[in-house]
Structure formats: structure tokens, C-alpha cells
């Protein structure tokens, strides 16, 4: 791991790094990290997008540090021919009203393939900086990532994910036994509620929470974040 940028305000440090080329960010409070959680980005957007420096303001506010990685073709990632073909598919899909779910789903489970051992090479540099446990956090693609991730990773012990379609990622949730805390919108015009429903139902978490709030796909209330943070407090900080 390499630190290639350090600042600190209002008691946040936040330094950018690259391990095995993939750029990433930690925050960790100023007085002290605390135990870490590993986020997940959404499609289209990059490891510094508002929605992950605001999860990561609450997150450091309770005590922990937060660690994200731009996802492939993402943010300092350069695209590929097939990112951009795929991408130009779900565009068009969406603009002539035709179903973008089997896209994404093709799409997304490719970048996990190569994210899942990069957050995995990651995690290994992150834990020589700050402290255990770990969490995760991703929801949409952080979600398409964040399963084979929590599936395959051990060390992560809590999760809060959702907001995805189930076909590629059911066998994979059956597999994990972390507790988990999984949102849903009730009234998403992409992922069926009977899809996000299934998904849930696959986790194997003896402990597992279902948040479903009425809106379209881009309307998850922030309140959720918030939840998040409680989430990730009863089961890594109260140990």
C-alpha cells in the first residue's frame, strides 16, 4: 500500500492510496482509528462521491474508520471498451423504457469478479493501520460486490447491503452467516419487490434485518445511513 495524499480536517484524516494499483481512501478519526468498515460504491459513481463522504462522516462521528476503493472502470479507474459498451446498453435500455436489470446483472458480476480480490489485497494493508473488526457497506453495485466479498472474506463480520437483483448473488448469500441489515425500496421501478424479497431470504444470518421504505430506486431515505451506523455499533463496536 502506497499513501499518495494526506489531510486532516475537523478531526478527519482522510488519506488516498493505491494497493496493487487500485485507488482507495481511509478516513480515520484524528484522535485514533477505530474499527474499520470497507464500503462499497453505487454504478456510475467513484470512491470520494458525496453519498460515501457522508457515510463516512457518520461512520468516524461513532467511532470507526471507513476504507472504500473505486471500483473498476470507476473514478480514477480507467473505462475499457467493454465498460463503455455496457454502460452504453444500460443507457439505452433505460431511456427506451426496457428492462436494465439482466444488463447490470451481467455487468456488475463481472467488475465483482475483479473487485472482490482487490478489497481482499486491500483489507490485508488496512488492518496494518487500523484496528479490527470489520464491516461492510455497500448498497446497488457496492451490494453486486459486497456479497461475494462478505461470502469469501472471513474477517468481515457484519454487513449492511441491498438494492440488488438476487439471480447472481443467491447461492453466494446462502453462504453467509453474518448478521446483516438489507434495504430495499418497496416501489423500485428496476429490481422487482418479489426479487429483493427473494434476495434477502437467501442470507444463511441467523441475524438478518429487512428495511423496506416506499420510493423508486433512487429515493432510499438517508435515515438509512444512520441506521447503518447503529447497525454497525451494536455488532463491532459492542463487543
Known sequence: MYFTSETSTDGVVEREFTVGGVPGVLWTPA????????MGHGGGNH???????????????????????????????????????????????????????????RYNGLLAEQAVPEYRAALDALLEDVPGPVGYYGINMGTAIGVPLVAAEPRITAAVLGQFWPE??????????????????WDDEHIPRESALALFDA???????????????????RFEADSAVRFFTRHLLAR
Not at 31 to 38: D, E, F
Not at 209 to 217: D, I, S
Request: glycine letters at 8%; a neutral charge.
Open 31 to 38: 484522535a485514533g482509528a477505530g474499527p474499520l468498515v470497507l
Open 47 to 105: 470512491k470520494k462521491h458525496p453519498a460515501m463522504t457522508g457515510r463516512a462522516q457518520l461512520l468516524l462521528a461513532a467511532g470507526f474508520s471507513a476504507a472504500v476503493l473505486d471500483a473498476p472502470g470507476h473514478g480514477d479507474r480507467p473505462r475499457t471498451a467493454h465498460d463503455d459498451r455496457e454502460i452504453a446498453a444500460m443507457q439505452q435500455a433505460m431511456a427506451t423504457g426496457e428492462p436494465v436489470g439482466p444488463i447490470v446483472v
Open 168 to 185: 447472481p448473488l443467491v447461492e453466494l448469500a446462502k453462504q453467509i452467516t453474518v448478521p446483516v441489515e438489507f434495504d430495499i425500496q
Open 203 to 221: 442470507f444463511a444470518s441467523p441475524e438478518k434485518t429487512l428495511h423496506a421504505n416506499a420510493g423508486k430506486h433512487k429515493q432510499l431515505p
